[in-house]
Protein backbone atom coordinates (compact mmCIF):
# COMPACT_ATOMS: atom_id res chain seq x y z
CA UNK A 1 0.00 0.00 0.00
CA UNK A 2 0.78 3.68 -0.83
CA UNK A 3 1.96 5.35 2.40
CA UNK A 4 -0.38 8.37 3.29
CA UNK A 5 3.14 10.05 5.04
CA UNK A 6 1.53 14.04 4.91
CA UNK A 7 -2.04 12.98 4.55
CA UNK A 8 -4.38 14.19 6.96
CA UNK A 9 -6.96 12.56 7.78
CA UNK A 10 -10.40 13.33 10.19
CA UNK A 11 -12.90 10.08 11.28
CA UNK A 12 -15.71 10.87 13.16
CA UNK A 13 -16.32 8.35 16.08
CA UNK A 14 -13.25 7.30 15.68
CA UNK A 15 -12.22 6.01 19.05
CA UNK A 16 -14.89 2.82 19.12
CA UNK A 17 -15.22 -0.02 16.84
CA UNK A 18 -14.89 0.22 13.17
CA UNK A 19 -13.64 4.04 13.59
CA UNK A 20 -11.08 2.80 15.70
CA UNK A 21 -9.62 0.46 13.12
CA UNK A 22 -10.15 3.00 10.78
CA UNK A 23 -7.91 5.33 12.94
CA UNK A 24 -5.18 2.45 13.54
CA UNK A 25 -4.72 1.36 10.03
CA UNK A 26 -4.41 5.11 8.23
CA UNK A 27 -2.18 6.14 10.78
CA UNK A 28 -0.51 3.09 10.43
CA UNK A 29 0.15 3.87 6.50
CA UNK A 30 1.41 6.88 7.85
CA UNK A 31 -1.37 9.79 7.73
CA UNK A 32 -1.65 12.38 10.89
CA UNK A 33 -5.24 11.18 12.14
CA UNK A 34 -7.70 13.32 14.01
CA UNK A 35 -10.42 11.47 16.33
CA UNK A 36 -13.48 13.58 16.61
CA UNK A 37 -16.36 11.86 18.65
CA UNK A 38 -18.70 12.79 21.54
CA UNK A 39 -16.67 10.86 24.51
CA UNK A 40 -14.10 13.12 25.24
CA UNK A 41 -12.65 10.85 27.89
CA UNK A 42 -12.66 7.93 25.65
CA UNK A 43 -11.05 10.45 22.16
CA UNK A 44 -8.53 11.33 24.89
CA UNK A 45 -7.41 7.98 25.53
CA UNK A 46 -6.84 6.44 22.60
CA UNK A 47 -4.95 9.51 21.69
CA UNK A 48 -2.78 9.26 24.16
CA UNK A 49 -1.83 5.49 22.98
CA UNK A 50 -1.19 6.17 19.72
CA UNK A 51 1.52 8.43 18.27
CA UNK A 52 0.34 10.89 15.57
CA UNK A 53 -3.38 10.51 16.58
CA UNK A 54 -5.14 13.69 18.24
CA UNK A 55 -8.45 13.93 19.71
CA UNK A 56 -11.34 16.10 19.80
CA UNK A 57 -14.88 16.24 21.00
CA UNK A 58 -17.74 16.94 18.83
CA UNK A 59 -20.89 15.86 18.54
CA UNK A 60 -21.94 15.74 14.32
CA UNK A 61 -24.90 16.87 15.37
CA UNK A 62 -24.30 20.23 16.67
CA UNK A 63 -23.65 22.86 13.73
CA UNK A 64 -21.82 25.48 15.87
CA UNK A 65 -19.73 22.19 17.46
CA UNK A 66 -18.78 21.35 13.53
CA UNK A 67 -18.02 25.02 12.30
CA UNK A 68 -15.66 25.48 15.56
CA UNK A 69 -13.82 21.74 15.11
CA UNK A 70 -13.33 21.79 11.59
CA UNK A 71 -12.32 25.19 11.47
CA UNK A 72 -9.20 24.24 13.41
CA UNK A 73 -8.54 20.70 11.87
CA UNK A 74 -8.31 21.44 8.24
CA UNK A 75 -6.92 21.03 5.62
CA UNK A 76 -8.25 17.96 5.75
CA UNK A 77 -7.29 15.33 2.70
CA UNK A 78 -9.39 12.12 4.16
CA UNK A 79 -12.71 12.91 5.88
CA UNK A 80 -14.37 9.54 7.10
CA UNK A 81 -17.57 9.86 8.32
CA UNK A 82 -17.84 6.69 10.80
CA UNK A 83 -20.16 8.10 13.37
CA UNK A 84 -23.27 6.73 13.62
CA UNK A 85 -25.96 5.32 16.01
CA UNK A 86 -28.44 2.36 15.27
CA UNK A 87 -32.24 1.66 17.18
CA UNK A 88 -34.03 -1.33 16.63
CA UNK A 89 -37.67 -0.96 16.69
CA UNK A 90 -41.17 -1.78 15.01
CA UNK A 91 -41.92 0.81 12.68
CA UNK A 92 -45.35 1.67 14.33
CA UNK A 93 -43.33 1.67 17.39
CA UNK A 94 -40.47 4.08 16.16
CA UNK A 95 -40.98 8.02 17.58
CA UNK A 96 -40.73 10.94 15.95
CA UNK A 97 -37.41 11.47 18.61
CA UNK A 98 -35.92 8.39 17.35
CA UNK A 99 -35.95 8.34 13.81
CA UNK A 100 -34.84 12.17 14.23
CA UNK A 101 -31.84 11.52 16.20
CA UNK A 102 -31.06 8.82 13.61
CA UNK A 103 -31.42 11.05 11.03
CA UNK A 104 -29.88 13.81 12.91
CA UNK A 105 -26.21 11.91 13.21
CA UNK A 106 -26.05 9.36 10.61
CA UNK A 107 -27.09 12.08 7.60
CA UNK A 108 -27.57 15.17 8.71
CA UNK A 109 -24.09 15.11 10.49
CA UNK A 110 -22.50 13.43 7.14
CA UNK A 111 -23.72 16.58 5.60
CA UNK A 112 -22.53 19.46 7.59
CA UNK A 113 -19.42 17.37 8.05
CA UNK A 114 -18.48 16.67 4.84
CA UNK A 115 -19.73 20.85 3.48
CA UNK A 116 -16.99 21.84 6.11
CA UNK A 117 -13.60 20.38 4.57
CA UNK A 118 -15.21 20.96 0.98
CA UNK A 119 -13.78 24.13 0.44
CA UNK A 120 -9.83 23.05 1.54
CA UNK A 121 -10.11 20.34 -0.58
CA UNK A 122 -11.46 22.01 -3.84
CA UNK A 123 -8.30 24.78 -2.86
CA UNK A 124 -5.80 21.53 -3.07
CA UNK A 125 -7.98 19.63 -5.85
CA UNK A 126 -7.59 16.48 -3.94
CA UNK A 127 -9.57 14.76 -1.43
CA UNK A 128 -10.94 12.22 0.04
CA UNK A 129 -14.57 11.42 1.09
CA UNK A 130 -15.30 7.82 3.06
CA UNK A 131 -19.05 7.70 4.30
CA UNK A 132 -19.60 4.25 6.66
CA UNK A 133 -22.96 3.32 5.57
CA UNK A 134 -23.90 -0.43 5.52
CA UNK A 135 -25.54 -2.66 4.07
CA UNK A 136 -29.01 -1.61 5.42
CA UNK A 137 -27.77 0.95 3.08
CA UNK A 138 -29.10 -0.88 -0.09
CA UNK A 139 -32.00 -3.00 1.45
CA UNK A 140 -34.47 -2.68 4.13
CA UNK A 141 -35.25 -5.32 6.91
CA UNK A 142 -37.59 -5.52 9.64
CA UNK A 143 -37.53 -3.01 12.80
CA UNK A 144 -34.32 -0.85 11.07
CA UNK A 145 -36.72 1.95 9.20
CA UNK A 146 -35.21 4.95 10.38
CA UNK A 147 -31.61 3.33 10.36
CA UNK A 148 -32.08 2.16 6.94
CA UNK A 149 -33.43 5.05 5.80
CA UNK A 150 -30.80 7.13 6.99
CA UNK A 151 -28.24 4.90 5.42
CA UNK A 152 -30.22 4.66 2.09
CA UNK A 153 -30.05 8.15 2.15
CA UNK A 154 -26.13 8.62 3.14
CA UNK A 155 -25.68 6.50 -0.56
CA UNK A 156 -27.91 8.83 -2.14
CA UNK A 157 -26.23 12.05 -0.91
CA UNK A 158 -22.71 10.23 -1.49
CA UNK A 159 -23.54 9.48 -5.51
CA UNK A 160 -24.67 12.94 -6.01
CA UNK A 161 -21.66 14.54 -4.21
CA UNK A 162 -19.60 12.34 -5.80
CA UNK A 163 -20.83 13.48 -9.74
CA UNK A 164 -20.59 16.88 -8.73
CA UNK A 165 -16.92 16.20 -7.74
CA UNK A 166 -15.87 14.47 -10.69
CA UNK A 167 -13.57 16.78 -12.39
CA UNK A 168 -12.14 17.65 -9.85
CA UNK A 169 -9.45 15.38 -7.52
CA UNK A 170 -12.13 15.01 -4.84
CA UNK A 171 -13.53 11.36 -4.82
CA UNK A 172 -16.83 10.52 -2.46
CA UNK A 173 -18.07 6.79 -1.49
CA UNK A 174 -19.84 4.35 0.91
CA UNK A 175 -18.33 1.67 2.46
CA UNK A 176 -21.51 -0.64 3.69
CA UNK A 177 -20.60 -3.14 6.19
CA UNK A 178 -23.06 -6.08 7.27
CA UNK A 179 -23.00 -6.91 11.18
CA UNK A 180 -19.83 -6.39 11.96
CA UNK A 181 -18.37 -7.30 15.47
CA UNK A 182 -18.18 -4.18 17.95
CA UNK A 183 -20.33 -2.41 20.53
CA UNK A 184 -23.08 -2.02 17.90
CA UNK A 185 -23.98 -5.40 17.63
CA UNK A 186 -23.25 -5.97 21.33
CA UNK A 187 -25.88 -3.64 21.82
CA UNK A 188 -28.32 -5.08 19.36
CA UNK A 189 -27.89 -8.62 20.61
CA UNK A 190 -29.09 -7.01 24.38
CA UNK A 191 -31.91 -5.49 22.49
CA UNK A 192 -33.22 -8.83 20.97
CA UNK A 193 -32.74 -10.21 24.48
CA UNK A 194 -34.82 -7.86 26.27
CA UNK A 195 -37.37 -7.33 23.43
CA UNK A 196 -37.99 -11.36 22.90
CA UNK A 197 -36.77 -13.50 25.56
CA UNK A 198 -34.17 -15.30 23.28
CA UNK A 199 -30.57 -16.11 24.80
CA UNK A 200 -27.53 -13.54 24.00
CA UNK A 201 -26.61 -16.72 21.92
CA UNK A 202 -29.68 -16.85 19.89
CA UNK A 203 -30.06 -13.61 19.08
CA UNK A 204 -26.32 -13.26 17.54
CA UNK A 205 -27.02 -16.27 15.83
CA UNK A 206 -30.38 -14.53 14.65
CA UNK A 207 -27.88 -11.53 13.50
CA UNK A 208 -24.52 -13.90 11.69
CA UNK A 209 -27.67 -15.46 9.24
CA UNK A 210 -27.82 -12.54 7.77
CA UNK A 211 -24.31 -12.77 6.36
CA UNK A 212 -23.96 -16.01 3.84
CA UNK A 213 -20.43 -16.78 5.24
CA UNK A 214 -21.96 -16.89 8.54
CA UNK A 215 -19.76 -14.64 11.16
CA UNK A 216 -19.77 -11.27 11.63
CA UNK A 217 -17.39 -8.76 10.07
CA UNK A 218 -13.93 -7.67 10.96
CA UNK A 219 -13.72 -3.86 11.96
CA UNK A 220 -10.22 -4.37 10.63
CA UNK A 221 -12.03 -5.65 7.06
CA UNK A 222 -13.94 -2.58 7.31
CA UNK A 223 -10.50 -0.25 7.80
CA UNK A 224 -8.48 -2.07 4.75
CA UNK A 225 -11.47 -0.83 2.00
CA UNK A 226 -11.12 2.89 3.87
CA UNK A 227 -7.30 2.45 3.24
CA UNK A 228 -7.59 1.40 -0.60
CA UNK A 229 -10.27 3.73 -1.02
CA UNK A 230 -7.38 6.46 0.31
CA UNK A 231 -4.51 5.55 -2.41
CA UNK A 232 -4.27 7.36 -5.37
CA UNK A 233 -4.66 4.35 -7.86
CA UNK A 234 -8.29 4.34 -6.61
CA UNK A 235 -8.94 7.75 -8.03
CA UNK A 236 -11.42 5.92 -10.23
CA UNK A 237 -13.55 4.81 -7.57
CA UNK A 238 -16.14 7.12 -6.42
CA UNK A 239 -19.68 7.10 -6.33
CA UNK A 240 -19.81 3.39 -4.97
CA UNK A 241 -21.37 1.56 -2.10
CA UNK A 242 -18.87 -0.97 -1.51
CA UNK A 243 -20.02 -3.69 -0.10
CA UNK A 244 -18.55 -5.83 2.76
CA UNK A 245 -21.45 -8.14 3.57
CA UNK A 246 -19.77 -11.44 2.68
CA UNK A 247 -22.19 -12.12 0.16
CA UNK A 248 -25.40 -10.70 1.97
CA UNK A 249 -25.90 -8.24 -1.17
CA UNK A 250 -25.28 -9.91 -4.47
P1 LIG B 1 -19.75 2.12 17.72
O1 LIG B 1 -20.96 2.35 18.54
O2 LIG B 1 -18.55 1.51 18.34
O3 LIG B 1 -19.27 3.48 17.03
C1 LIG B 1 -20.07 4.59 16.81
C2 LIG B 1 -19.22 5.80 17.12
O4 LIG B 1 -19.95 6.98 16.74
C3 LIG B 1 -18.89 5.94 18.62
O5 LIG B 1 -17.52 6.24 18.77
C4 LIG B 1 -19.74 7.10 19.07
O6 LIG B 1 -19.16 7.84 20.14
C5 LIG B 1 -19.80 7.92 17.78
N1 LIG B 1 -20.95 8.82 17.77
C6 LIG B 1 -22.25 8.50 17.90
N2 LIG B 1 -23.00 9.60 17.89
C7 LIG B 1 -22.14 10.65 17.72
C8 LIG B 1 -22.32 12.05 17.63
N3 LIG B 1 -23.52 12.62 17.74
N4 LIG B 1 -21.23 12.82 17.44
C9 LIG B 1 -20.00 12.26 17.36
N5 LIG B 1 -19.77 10.95 17.46
C10 LIG B 1 -20.84 10.16 17.65
O7 LIG B 1 -20.27 1.25 16.49
P2 LIG B 1 -19.57 0.88 15.11
O8 LIG B 1 -20.14 -0.42 14.73
O9 LIG B 1 -18.11 1.02 15.15
O10 LIG B 1 -20.21 1.98 14.11
C11 LIG B 1 -19.46 2.79 13.23
C12 LIG B 1 -20.25 3.03 11.97
O11 LIG B 1 -20.41 1.80 11.27
C13 LIG B 1 -21.66 3.58 12.18
O12 LIG B 1 -21.93 4.59 11.23
C14 LIG B 1 -22.55 2.38 11.94
O13 LIG B 1 -23.84 2.75 11.50
C15 LIG B 1 -21.75 1.66 10.86
N6 LIG B 1 -22.07 0.25 10.73
C16 LIG B 1 -21.93 -0.61 11.78
C17 LIG B 1 -22.25 -1.95 11.63
C18 LIG B 1 -22.15 -2.93 12.76
O14 LIG B 1 -22.75 -4.03 12.64
N7 LIG B 1 -21.41 -2.67 13.82
C19 LIG B 1 -22.73 -2.48 10.33
C20 LIG B 1 -22.82 -1.47 9.29
C21 LIG B 1 -22.50 -0.17 9.50
Not at 28 to 44: F, P, Q
Not at 106 to 114: A, D, E, K, R, Y
Not at 242 to 250: C, M, N, P
Request: charged share 15%.
Amino acid sequence: MQSLEGRHALVTGGATGIGLAITKSLRSAGARVTIASRNIERVKAVAAELDGVTGVQLDVTDAADISAVFEQAVPVDILVNNAGIAHAAAFEKTSLEQWSNIMAVNLTGVFLCTQAVLASMRERNEGRIINIASTAGLKGAPYISAYAASKHGLIGMTQSLALEFATTGITANCVCPGFTDTQMVDDAVTNITTTTGRSGDEALAKLVQYNPQKRLITPEEVADTVLWLCQDSSRSITGQSIVIGGGEIT
